[in-house]
């Protein structure tokens, strides 16, 4: 049998046998590369070691840093409001002005009680001028240069005297207008036209609504961890997918004893957003632990019913990189980050993107990072 093939094979011309090697190379080559492609490809990450941050979930409120019941400091009757609800002002705006006429009366007729008293006093100057003069001939006894004197001086005190009440009457004239004491947006009107208002009765709300401010409750056993860089990050409901970052202004360390929670005042840099007082927000405290500890990427766990917690470890030292299942128990999780307590080193390296369906001891190609 043996002799008959061999037989047969002698019998094959040399081309042929030419064409029958290529063809096994070309399978060959084939076989190698199909394996290859049936290999799944994944994205990988290296494990490392840095600052630990704890994320403590908060919720708050957009609120204005100033928010202003105005009121008139005068009594009177409202003879026009300029301002809506909703309206933008600026500080210095005429909001509203009550009836001056008799105050715009009073004013002038204390302008004119100057004016007389101020001729009397120039009177007095002239006639004290001219008796100094004479005084000098020995013509005027000294008396009489001394009445002279004290009309003089008597005069002028009761021109100091009208100035002030002119500047009085003055003041009240101008407490018959209320103006805007900074920018702001007019939230709330409380009179209208006709009405009588009285001073400490608010009759308008102004609102700021260029320098917000975020208010956050936070547990208490927090206050002592939170300082000058401690940061939020924050997402507002009615900007879902908008994030932010905002910095801590100030701690209010005064306890809402019902809750056991104190006031953080954050800044938040969203010039442009349309933002204003009353939005709900909802944020992430970022407190530095002061620990050191391995971090992966939140998408390398794997997460399993039962409670188990995994990731695929590629082994790089053999010829093709291949993966195995290692247990893992996470810890604090920030910034897309979770921090690995027990089962990885820093500098092992995990897949990141298609772990979902490997297998242990399977080889995989790796796909580089754009």
């Known amino acids: 049998?043996?002799?008959?093939?061999?037989?047969?094979?002698?019998?094959?011309?040399?081309?042929?046998?030419?064409?029958?090697?290529?063809?096994?190379?070309?399978?060959?080559?084939?076989?190698?590369?199909?394996?290859?492609?049936?290999?799944?490809?994944?994205?990988?990450?290296?494990?490392?070691?840095?600052?630990?941050?704890?994320?403590?979930?908060?919720?708050?409120?957009?609120?204005?840093?100033?928010?202003?019941?105005?009121?008139?400091?005068?009594?009177?009757?409202v003879s026009s409001v300029s301002v809506e609800v909703g309206d933008r002002v600026k500080q210095g705006d005429t909001l509203l002005q009550l009836d001056s006429a008799i105050e715009a009366l009073n004013l002038e007729s204390s302008r004119a009680e100057t004016l007389r008293i101020r001729a009397q006093l120039e009177d007095a100057k002239r006639r004290l001028k001219d008796a100094q003069r004479l005084s000098k001939q020995n013509n005027i006894s000294l008396n009489e240069l001394r009445l002279?004197?004290?009309?003089?001086?008597?005069?002028?005190?009761?021109?100091?005297?009208?100035?002030?009440?002119?500047?009085?009457?003055?003041?009240?004239?101008e407490r018959h207008t209320?103006?805007?004491?900074?920018?702001?947006?007019?939230?709330?009107?409380?009179?209208?036209?006709?009405?009588?208002?009285?001073?400490?009765?608010?009759?308008?709300?102004?609102?700021?609504?260029?320098?917000?401010?975020?208010?956050?409750?936070?547990?208490?056993?927090?206050?002592?961890?939170?300082?000058?860089?401690?940061?939020?990050?924050?997402?507002?409901?009615?900007?879902?997918?908008r994030q932010f970052t905002a910095q801590i202004q100030a701690v209010v360390p005064v306890t809402d004893l019902s809750a056991r929670t104190f006031l953080i005042h954050a800044r938040l840099d969203a010039s442009g957003v349309g933002i204003t007082p009353g939005m709900s927000a909802h944020g992430k405290l970022?407190?530095?632990?002061?620990?050191?500890?391995?971090?992966?990427?939140?998408?390398?766990l794997i997460r399993y019913p039962d409670g188990r917690i995994t990731v695929w470890v590629v082994d790089q030292t053999t010829s093709e990189p291949m993966v195995s299942e290692r247990l893992v128990r996470p810890g604090n999780s920030?910034?897309?980050?979770?921090?690995?307590?027990?089962?990885?080193q820093a500098g092992?390296?995990?897949?990141?993107?298609?772990?979902?369906?490997?297998?242990?001891?399977?080889?995989?190609?790796?796909?580089d990072k754009r």
């Open 1 to 77: 049998m043996i002799s008959t093939i061999d037989f047969r094979l002698r019998m094959i011309p040399g081309q042929l046998w030419l064409q029958l090697l290529l063809l096994l190379i070309i399978l060959l080559v084939f076989n190698t590369t199909f394996a290859k492609d049936r290999q799944p490809l994944v994205v990988v990450d290296k494990a490392e070691s840095r600052n630990i941050i704890e994320e403590v979930p908060v919720t708050g409120t957009v609120a204005a840093v100033r928010v202003a019941s105005l009121s008139t400091e005068v009594d009177g009757l």
């Open 148 to 173: 002279l004197q004290a009309e003089a001086e008597t005069e002028s005190a009761a021109l100091k005297r009208q100035q002030a009440e002119e500047r009085r009457q003055q003041a009240v004239l």
């Open 178 to 241: 209320l103006n805007a004491p900074f920018d702001g947006v007019i939230s709330e009107r409380m009179t209208e036209t006709g009405e009588w208002v009285e001073p400490g009765s608010a009759v308008l709300t102004l609102v700021a609504v260029d320098n917000l401010r975020l208010e956050f409750r936070v547990p208490q056993d927090y206050f002592p961890r939170i300082n000058d860089q401690s940061e939020i990050l924050v997402n507002l409901d009615a900007l879902p997918d």
């Open 286 to 300: 970022r407190l530095d632990t002061s620990q050191q500890g391995v971090v992966v990427s939140r998408d390398a």
């Open 334 to 344: 920030f910034n897309g980050l979770i921090a690995i307590r027990e089962g990885l």
């Open 348 to 367: 092992e390296v995990v897949v990141t993107e298609g772990n979902e369906s490997l297998q242990e001891g399977q080889q995989v190609r790796i796909q």
